[in-house]
């Protein structure tokens, strides 16, 4: 009886120690997953999908009626990039692509660009957002536009952080990469695509033509159509009047170039990673 009591007592210790083991498990398993989740989408759409049951089917969306967007590519890094097995079949150019990349998302930490989302990376274009989240620190302005528009202003402040990143990469790895950046503004509609794997994206007009003045414009500089010139010239930014182009779609456009020199940055922080020389 003794033996068989003792039995009992080891087995049943055995499954306790064995379901707390799946339970911490189950724990792990779960911090993991969310994890991703938040590695995968912007947080406060992670946020949505953590905590909100969803079936596969069930389409994520949101409308948005004012939103920046902005496109920042580096047209002449196709012509850095090559296979050769000095470049590891071009693996180093990518390995110098996401150190690149990696110091446009070190920005986003930021509390100044706390209201701007990364949308995705195509190659070395690099799309941005704002306008979707509340910035960490609210804006107390009794101008309304000002107040408005004020994710705008910090969008425009992030691109220009981005030409000093870059600047910065240039100065370190004795290249002369150049960044050629578009922005708009206006209404989107945001959402998830996907149920194994999901994309966040954002569509609609303003992107196409956030694009747009990207892909037409100039190595170096910022380009905006005239109705996003008017917004952020009331909030304090100066531009040089590029005239009309064509713009596939849109027919011809009015389209200006933001005068660096006379805005204001507030971007006179440091490079958080630091790109070793090559």
């Avoid at 398993?29 to 406060?44: D, G």
Wanted: hydrophobic share 40%.
């Amino acid at each position: 009886v003794g033996h068989q009591a003792e039995r009992i007592a080891r087995t049943l210790f055995y499954w306790k120690e064995r379901r707390k083991l799946q339970k911490e498990e189950a724990v792990n398993m779960q911090e993991r997953n969310t994890a991703l989740v938040y590695n995968l989408l912007p947080p406060h759409v992670a946020k949505e999908f953590s905590t909100t049951r969803r079936e596969d089917s069930e389409l994520y969306s949101q409308a948005y009626d004012e939103v920046g967007v902005m496109f920042a590519a580096c047209p002449n890094f196709n012509s850095f990039y090559n296979e050769s097995a000095v470049n590891n079949n071009g693996l180093e150019c990518l390995r110098f692509l996401n150190e690149i990349i990696s110091d446009y998302d070190e920005l986003l930490n930021q509390a100044k660009f706390s209201s701007i989302v990364k949308i995705k990376t195509v190659g070395s274009t690099y799309m941005a957002a704002s306008g979707m989240v509340m910035a960490r620190t609210p804006q107390i302005n009794a101008n309304r536009l000002t107040t408005k528009w004020a994710h705008l202003q910090e969008l425009v402040s992030f691109a220009l952080a981005l030409q000093d990143v870059m600047k910065k990469i240039n100065e370190q790895s004795f290249n002369n990469f150049v960044l050629r950046i578009g922005i708009n503004h206006g209404p989107i509609i945001a959402g998830v695509i996907g149920a194994r794997k999901p994309h966040y994206d954002i569509w609609g007009n303003t992107v196409n033509v956030a694009s747009r003045m990207e892909s037409t414009g100039q190595a170096g500089r910022i380009q905006v159509v005239e109705e996003c010139k008017q917004v952020l010239s009331k909030l304090g930014f100066q531009f040089e009047k590029r005239g009309l182009i064509y713009v596939k779609g849109k027919g011809e456009l009015m389209t200006y170039f933001l005068d660096r020199n006379e805005a204001e940055t507030g971007n006179e922080d440091t490079i958080p990673n630091q790109v070793p020389d090559s």
